[in-house]
């Protein structure tokens, strides 16, 4: 499955990372030696194997549903880019 | 007075106790080798000498009324992916230059609830990804040790890059780092000291930047295998912060210690070998068997068939898990925001394009690929069945063996800028202690004895999950046996 420089520029702007059109075909050519070494996985049998998400052998824990924490919003916003009046200041959304 | 920096752990909380030195005094010594050698060895991204002189005061002024915690006074270094209140944290991205966060880690809380004092915090692979220290946005680290045949400088390994060089060249008691692949253990080969991996859920990952949660834990990188004993009691605690933290008693693993090996069946598996291993590090594999049948182990042969298998499958789950989880960083809430943009959405992309560096938007972009509609099940669903038939692996050879011994790493530490050109030889550092991750398994590298170079090269011990203790115990012994005491050569 040799990744080319179309599904490059189409996967680089699902991650958000705007990547300058002379860079794809390098970063085709990193993507495909990486993707060729893993290709030895379809080497396993992994036929009725359970996928693994978790190490952890006990069942998520459930708390109770009450507000433990909050008031906090000098806390929230003190490492924001721009903020003011107590909100988030982000770039007009809807044209 | 002796020069308290070569101090252990132990013997400086012993010490300090005592009252044979105050916690300023060897905190000033610790901040004074910073001073001296941070410019060569760009092992802390941000000293916090006021901060710690604070800290050691009140330290000393807890110890003058007999009180104090396990560690009280003990200056250490943090790994800059652990949030500290007040003190910038990066994870070595330019994305989170300038993040300062309003609430404390709780591996870090555990260290000053126990009287440590931060010394400040330490450098780093970017996102903890990357073998080299070479990722980071502040630099690489250089390696205190200097092989015997070339001046270049080496690296310290990573991504606990920083940790273990601080710890190696004196400039910590000890430190915090944290180990996703091989994060702790490889880095701590490299620089001749001792890196511990507990299982997984031990270590709350609370105020942890986040890199592949699945797999990320807290550990310590010391100049002993008692001092990481002691320094991992204290950062483990069951946390209802961490949904995967593990509510189990955090034994005192330093009373493994001394305890002989007698009748434990020690694991050799046949899969660990690889290509192009250096014969050293071979040999000094079979002298650690030798060892440990030399003081009344049995040595077992296992098969863990599907080890080679391991890097591959980290490579999907880890950029996977990167991928979902470093997209917080959007330029919206904190963290860089480019100055100028077209829309929104290329103010993401401008944001990211410009904050992240190249290895960390290689791996997200990669993880994006393997997650997307049409190669989910090929790639990513295929990799965690993968990841079950590794664990499978350990599972099947626990009834025959009690631990299982290893090389820590391929080789011995290289020099910066030797494995830039492929990526997937960089990986490959990580083949001997990825496993341990992808199964959630304690690990430890000990430092064991000093290829033709002059380099020191570490061997891996690997335990079943929550059985800390014996690894501890086959690792003291290892310690014992080799009886490794070179330091590096002081040329900073």
């Not at chain 2, 692979?125 to 690489?140: I, R």
């Not at chain 2, 064991?448 to 020191?456: I, Q, R, Y």
């Amino acid at each position: 499955m040799a990744v080319d420089v179309a599904t490059v520029r189409r996967v680089a702007h699902l991650a958000r990372i705007k990547t300058p059109e002379e860079r794809l075909e390098p970063l085709a050519q990193e993507l495909n030696g990486i993707l060729a070494w893993i290709e030895q996985l379809n080497e396993v049998d992994v036929e009725g194997v359970e996928p693994m998400t978790s190490n952890v052998h006990q069942p998520l824990r459930l708390r109770d549903d009450v507000v433990t924490d909050g008031n906090k919003v000098a806390d929230v916003l003190s490492n924001a880019p721009k903020s003011a009046d107590g909100f988030f200041v982000v770039p007009k959304v809807v044209e | 007075m002796s020069d308290l920096t070569k101090l252990t752990l132990k013997a400086a909380v012993d010490g300090l106790k005592a009252r044979d030195f105050s916690s300023e005094e060897i905190t000033r010594a610790f901040l004074a080798n910073i001073e001296t050698a941070n410019p060569r060895l760009n092992a802390y991204v941000l000293p916090t000498a006021d901060k710690a002189l604070d800290m050691a005061r009140a330290a000393d002024a807890r110890l003058a009324k007999g009180e104090g915690g396990p560690l009280e006074g003990a200056p250490l270094g943090v790994k800059d992916l652990f949030c500290t209140d007040g003190v910038q944290t990066t994870a070595g991205s330019n994305m989170l230059k300038g993040f300062v966060p309003p609430y404390e880690s709780t591996v870090t809380a555990n260290l000053w609830r126990d009287g440590a004092v931060m010394l400040g915090k330490l450098n780093m692979d970017e996102f903890a990804m990357g073998s080299s220290n070479e990722t980071s946005a502040f630099g690489p680290v250089v390696n205190p040790w200097k092989s015997g045949v070339s001046n270049a400088d080496l690296t310290p390994g990573g991504s606990s890059g920083g940790s273990a060089s601080a710890v190696a060249g004196d400039l910590c008691l000890a430190a915090t780092a944290s180990d996703t692949g091989g994060s702790i253990r490889q880095p701590a080969a490299f620089t001749g000291t001792v890196g511990v991996k507990p299982t997984y859920g031990r270590a709350s990952r609370f105020g942890m930047v986040a890199f592949a949660s699945s797999l990320d834990q807290a550990g310590p990188i010391t100049k002993t295998v008692e001092d990481a004993a002691i320094l991992l009691r204290s950062m483990c605690s069951f946390d209802p912060k961490d949904s995967t933290s593990l509510d189990v008693e955090t034994p005192d693993w330093s009373q493994s210690l001394g305890k002989s090996v007698k009748g434990l069946r020690i694991g050799i598996p046949n899969e660990y070998v690889v290509d192009g291993m250096p014969a050293e590090q071979m040999e000094l594999w079979e002298k650690g068997q030798a060892w440990l049948r030399e003081a009344g182990a049995e040595i077992v042969e296992i098969s863990l068939p599907h080890t080679k298998y391991a890097l591959p499958a980290y490579y999907i789950i880890a950029p996977a898990e990167a991928s979902s989880n470093l997209a917080r960083y959007d330029g919206m809430r904190f963290g860089h925001r480019a100055a100028e943009a077209k829309s929104l959405t290329d103010l993401y992309e401008t944001s990211r394009a410009e904050g992240f560096g190249k290895e960390v938007q290689r791996r997200l972009t990669i993880g994006a690929y393997v997650l997307s509609a049409g190669f989910y099940d090929a790639y990513y669903v295929r990799a965690l069945k993968v990841r079950r038939r590794i664990a499978e692996d350990f599972d099947k050879v626990w009834d025959r063996v009690d631990a299982i011994l290893t090389p820590s790493t391929p080789s011995a530490a290289f020099a910066i800028g030797d494995r830039q050109i492929d990526p997937v030889t960089m990986y490959l550092n990580d083949v001997f202690t990825v496993t341990a991750n992808l199964a959630g398994l304690p690990g430890i590298s000990v430092p064991a004895g000093l290829d033709k170079a002059g380099l020191p090269l570490g061997l891996q011990v690997i335990g079943k999950a929550l059985d800390e203790a014996t690894v501890f115990q086959v690792a003291g012994a290892l310690e014992d046996a080799a009886g490794f005491v070179a330091r590096p050569e002081k040329w900073w």
